[in-house]
């Protein structure tokens, strides 16, 4: 187990090697806390951001674990448990999508769906109840999991990926109900974040008339970055005392749109 003090706290963000988890990994950093990093394919990006982490004073955990093996949720809260030998707080955002236009219906196949499921939902799920007896134990322990504005909206990488984070708002609600009053569990739903995301989905020339898309219809007239995410999990994880079981949205104000 560590040696640094036992009073630090300790966040777990998955999917943590880019974007908003490597964001929220950082914030968590800065504010003092130790962090778990998590990713599931190549360990060089979890290990910069890990060395970013370190670099802000953290003891840092890397974890190559894919969230959707309960195997790999269970190992990973193990590491976590030999290590520091606690978690408060759990960021389940991990995500994964196929991009297919909305109206194309046969370009969606039930392997589709159940590939995204088993990632934004299943895996949002294996990795809180793996954690379950680590966070109880904490008096502000809480569970945040990064949905989508795609929820709400019918937009987004495809309909698997709407419905997805849809199932996983209606998760945070009962999972916030299941773990209460020790555990707090609620949702952030980003708008268009400036990640590699859809950078990488879209391709450079469509992400940017998307991002121009998306500029003209907020209010705010602006996209999100991972760093606007990371403050609404830091709040929702640390300062939320009375919040459980919301969905917050992060858009810029593309929803109520513009004046
Ligand atoms: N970007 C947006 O516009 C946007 C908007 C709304 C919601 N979101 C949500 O925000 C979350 C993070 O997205 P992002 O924009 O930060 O994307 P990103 O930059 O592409 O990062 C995705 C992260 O998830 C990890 N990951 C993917 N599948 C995984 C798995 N099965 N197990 C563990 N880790 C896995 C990736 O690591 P590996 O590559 O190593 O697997 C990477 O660290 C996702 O849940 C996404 O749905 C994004």
């Excluded at 962090?35 to 599931?40: E, F, L, Q, T």
């Excluded at 990064?146 to 990926?161: D, E, K, L, R």
Aim: hydrophobic fraction near 45%; glycine fraction near 8%; proline fraction near 3%.
């Amino acid at each position: 187990m560590s040696t640094q003090s036992a009073t630090r706290k300790v966040c777990v963000v998955t999917g943590s090697s880019s974007g908003i988890g490597a964001a929220t990994a950082r914030l968590y950093a800065a504010q003092g806390w130790d962090v778990a990093i998590n990713y599931s394919r190549e360990p060089a990006p979890a290990e910069e951001v890990a060395q970013q982490c370190r670099d802000l004073g953290a003891e840092v955990l890397v974890v190559k674990a894919d969230v959707s093996s309960d195997a790999d949720c269970r190992r990973l809260a193990a590491q976590v448990q030999a290590r520091w030998g606690r978690a408060d707080v759990l960021v389940n955002n991990a995500g994964t999508t196929r991009f297919v236009p909305l109206k194309d219906l046969d370009g969606l196949q039930a392997e589709d769906f159940q590939r995204i499921y088993a990632v934004n939902v299943v895996g949002a799920y294996q990795m809180t109840r793996a954690f379950v007896p680590l966070l109880e134990q904490h008096p502000v322990a809480a569970v945040v999991n990064v949905s989508s504005i795609a929820s709400f909206m019918g937009t987004g990488s495809s309909i698997a990926y709407m419905a997805s984070k849809g199932a996983l708002n209606a998760m945070t609600v009962g999972l916030a109900r299941a773990l209460g009053p020790k555990i707090r569990v609620n949702a952030i739903a980003p708008g268009l974040v400036d990640s590699p995301w859809l950078r990488n989905g879209l391709g450079e020339v469509a992400y940017e008339k998307a991002v121009d898309s998306y500029k003209q219809r907020a209010a705010l007239a602006d996209v999100i970055t991972p760093e606007d995410i990371a403050q609404a999990a830091w709040w929702l994880g640390v300062g939320a005392a009375k919040t459980t079981g919301e969905v917050l949205l992060i858009d810029a104000g593309v929803r109520i749109t513009r004046g």
